[in-house]
């Protein structure tokens, strides 16, 4: 029944193909890749770096495609908070849901300081919380307009990433076998051995590939948005699989390949690649391999080409906290005025309260623009994990659900590859970088409380939220002959 004076609206299913294939580019392409494979590289030794993304890789790998499986059957705006409800329990729902708007809400925050931080290599003495508030301005009214501008828009800012990308390994193979610059030491750059005497390409053992596992792992977080804009793809049945079986490998190719490049013409052992960070432009790995082939000017068009990335990054953030949130309200787990959408599709409520957390940011000129980022990016980046944690036991009791309820798997639109093993290898291996891949805090002479809370403190949090929930609503885990697999459009009423 109406309420007086109100319409009813829906998400709008305005996404095509090229949006989505991009979204999911451009959410999983940023800083991670550009700065903290210098540290990566560093940290394991290129060998230890290259394995730890591959692993990484086949992570999300298994991940895309347990959520294309229920995407494309269920392409609904909560995705896998949704899942998490209908097939586990609605406590994990509550929980995943919530963790994942406050994991992109901060996120979106992290990219306003990078940004700020980022045009000071331009501007020095610039007032970086000014900067902040620009960015933030932008990335609103693309997201204000309507689902179709900010996937036009994420379109081209990607467009300039993969443009970049596919430019940096073409360089960098051309050096590597003499065309251009000087060449590379070859393999000589592998086998070198660090301060401690620890001989790559592996240095510090399973233990420096543990630590480069967030690293990796947060290099790649964004790729499950695609699930989230399933609820406005124009034809999520053919678009959502094409999106998760060519963008992944996508992804995988520029990871991968930007790391051997940078292993093989930047020896690990080079103390820049420590430096390298959203501070300090200078020292970017892809700075320093543009340099080397004496490009002069290799700073400031990096800098450029990394400004639009951190801006496609926080365009995407913007868009699936505010989607998550217009879920969690739907789904009755948020204020119900957090449902409202106006006439373009867009859930302004939502998308106004996550712009108020992403707000965050400007405090970076109280406590250091360096020092927030880092909180930021340790915490964004620990509950990307919890995330795929829940996709991974979603899709395994979907399936489970699946069967127990008679249906069909040949009427699936998209099946899964390795099931149930995909799942439960995902599920065990998030785990393991949950907990372990901070280990380092533990390490060394001395123990910093502030390393310790900044990077664990989101376990206890998750595991109070389910509990909490499920204790206050007497939640119970969902029956598989009682999971739900309707899918109906969402129309909710709006002012």
């Known amino acids: ?67 294309g499986e229920m995407s494309t059957l269920l392409p609904i705006s909560g995705s896998f908070e949704t899942y998490a409800t209908r097939f586990v329990d609605p406590a994990l729902g509550f929980t995943l849901g919530w963790n994942y708007w406050f994991c992109w809400a901060i996120g979106v925050a992290a ?59 073409i360089v960098g193979v051309l050096m590597i076998i003499g065309i251009l610059g000087n060449g590379s030491p070859g393999f000589t750059n592998w086998g070198l051995s660090d301060g401690n005497g620890n001989k790559g390409p592996f240095i510090g053992g399973l233990l420096g590939i543990i630590n480069v596992f967030l690293v990796a792992g947060f290099s790649f977080s964004g790729t499950e948005i695609v699930g989230l804009a399933a609820g406005e793809s124009e034809n999520p049945q053919e678009n959502v699989p094409k999106a998760i079986k060519t963008v992944f490998w996508r992804i995988l190719l520029f990871y991968v390949g930007a790391i051997i490049v940078i292993g093989f013409i930047i020896p690990f052992t080079d103390e820049n690649l420590l430096k390298s960070g959203v501070d300090n432009i200078a020292y970017s790995p892809f700075t320093m391999v543009f340099e080397k082939c004496g490009i002069a000017f290799a700073a400031s068009a ?48 939502a998308l106004y309260v996550t712009t108020i957390v992403a707000c965050s940011a400007f405090f970076a000129s109280l406590i250091g623009d360096g020092k927030i980022y880092y909180i930021l990016y340790n915490v964004s980046g620990i509950m990307a994990f919890f995330a795929w944690l829940g996709i991974g036991i979603c899709h395994y009791r979907f399936r489970k659900a ?18 149930p093993f995909g799942p439960i290898i995902s599920v065990i291996l998030c785990v393991i970088v949950i907990f372990g891949s901070n280990i380092w805090v533990f390490q060394g002479d001395t123990f910093s409380w502030f390393d310790f809370i900044t990077n664990y403190i989101t376990i206890p949090i998750f595991i109070c939220l389910y509990f909490g929930y499920k204790f206050i609503k007497k939640t119970k885990i969902v029956p598989l002959e009682e999971c739900d697999f309707e899918f109906k459009e969402e129309i909710r009423q709006a002012k």
């Open 402 to 419: 699946y069967i127990a309820q008679g249906r069909d798997l040949n009427d699936l639109k998209f099946k899964a590859k390795f099931y």
């Open 302 to 349: 990096m800098n450029a080409v990394i400004l639009t990335s951190v801006l496609s990054c926080g365009n995407s953030g913007l868009y699936v906290s505010s989607r998550m949130l217009y879920a969690l309200a739907l789904e009755g787990k948020a204020p119900k005025f957090l449902r409202k959408v106006n006439k373009r599709g867009v859930p302004m409520n």
């Open 1 to 67: 029944m109406k309420i007086d004076n109100e319409k009813e609206y829906k998400l709008n299913r305005s996404l095509k193909a090229r949006h989505m294939n991009m979204i999911a580019i451009g959410g999983s392409i940023g800083t991670g890749l550009f700065f903290a494979s210098g540290s990566a590289v560093s940290t394991a030794g290129p060998g230890g770096a290259l394995l730890a993304y591959i692993i990484m890789g086949i992570v999300v790998y298994l991940l895309m495609m347990s959520l």
């Open 111 to 169: 990219e306003l300081v990078a940004g700020s931080l980022i045009v000071k290599f331009w501007f020095p003495d610039t007032n970086g919380t000014m900067w902040s508030i620009i960015f933030l301005a932008i990335i609103f009214v693309l997201n204000f307009l309507s689902a179709k501008a900010y996937g036009e828009s994420e379109y081209w800012f990607a467009s300039i990433k993969v443009i970049t990308i596919i430019i940096f390994i």
